[in-house]
């Protein structure tokens, strides 16, 4: 922009001493850049209404202008999460508008690509949908996860800054001990042969479980307008979306992203010890006495509408996350009495958590389990999951690279002659494409039983058929294929079948 910065500052410093000598005791700066320096605790609604007024103090429109391009300047190009939504509203107000003229029209298509390529990622917004191509297979949506944290990383394998990026958030997750994450880690570029060494090296050695999840995307051709949804003008780029599925923190880098978990942590950390100090008091609980304990806190807050919804939402994930069938129920009663019918929660959250719970419902306990199409581990012939006729049958749904998957399979592992005993029929099935580790996996198991592995473009099992959000997942079902159980661990198994 070519403009006199002095003259402009002088001019605002003016326009400031003019506003401010209304005040009892006016502030003393010694140019507009320091005005602007003073408001940058303040959210950015109230420095954008703070702007407005020291733009609109400037009398004629060239003033103006000259005031409001400084001011986009200034924020613009802030290292303070937040202020670009400042910058955006200025552009917007002042300069899209054409309320004012921009300085320099040749200049005038950076400001608009600024604003177009930053306002749908705004701290506070709802995140965008994208829909994906997994290295596993098939189309995976950034709305998958629902209940977690998601961290949105954009990167390029052949960028060096993006390398020790990845490698500083890898070191990151693999020690993360707080609330349910997902990672959507996002190629932009998709070259499969570069791709794969760079997952295993980096990506693949993520503990994942059912507090951590890691989806390899890719979209090279850009189909979602992913650039300019988010904001993606370089990479590596680096978002936080709360499971609320609104932004909270965007242009983070490894630092930033681990001092704001610590912070959602903190105030989760005290709900999940709240409830699991009431369920470990009511245990056995079954989904009428979580019903009745919701109700309870419901009313014990019904002075404080936000905190009600708080506590909701925080009850909701505490439960949907429990590797307890009960529990699971008990979220799905949530969703469907208190948040999907309610317009005070978003749009896009009463949508996901919807979808979330009718999820839930299928396959439920009591159904006859849904025989879905697979493949067969040993020669990737399509076959169905459920075969021949057995007293029981155990589905072990896992990832050959999830630590809590290593711990149950160990178990069953340890248990197997007994599981033989009883007629237990254990099939596994890997959700993964990990074919190298499951050809481990399998040796290291009994060789009696079936090993499967998922095809997204054939099966639709997860997220569809079965309610696999995350892995390991157990369903015990009878000689009829009816389901006996669900959500087990391998543990909660002695009580029926060990």
Known sequence: MKRNSLHIALLALAIFFHIESRAQEPAVFNSATEYFDSLVALPSDSISARVDNLILQGGDKKMMAGIAGLAFDYFSASPVMGHDAVAVHIADRWFLSHELEWSNQETFPMLYTYAEFNRQSLIGKPAPELNMESYEGGTVSTRNGDGSYKILYFYDETCATCREQTRQLTELLKEYKGEPLTLFAINSMGDRSTWKPYIDEYFGTIPTGRNMAVYNLTDPEDSNNWRMKYGVLKTPTMLLVNPDNVIIGRQLDCEALASLMKINNAGASGYRQLFDGILAALAPADSTDVSRVTELLLDKASADPALQREMLFELYKYLRNQQNFEYQKAAAFIANEYIVPSPSWSEELRSSIGSDAALFRTNSVGDKAVNVTLRR???????????????????????????????????????????????????????????????????????????????PLVSGLRHKQYDIRFVPEIYLLDRNRKIIARGYDAAALAGTVL
Not at 387 to 403: I, P
Not at 407 to 426: F, M, P, Q, T, W
Not at 446 to 453: N, P, T
């Open 377 to 455: 581990a040993s020669d990737g012939k399509r076959v169905k999951m459920l075969r021949g006729c057995h007293k029981y049958t155990l589905l072990f749904f896992h990832l050959t690279t999830c630590s809590d998957c290593k711990r149950e399979v160990a178990i069953l592992r340890e248990n197997a002659d007994k599981l033989r005993r009883n007629k237990v029929h254990v099939v596994c099935v890997n959700v993964g494409f990990d074919d190298e580790f499951y050809k481990e996996f399998i040796e290291e198991n009994d060789s009696r039983w079936v090993y499967l592995k998922d095809d």
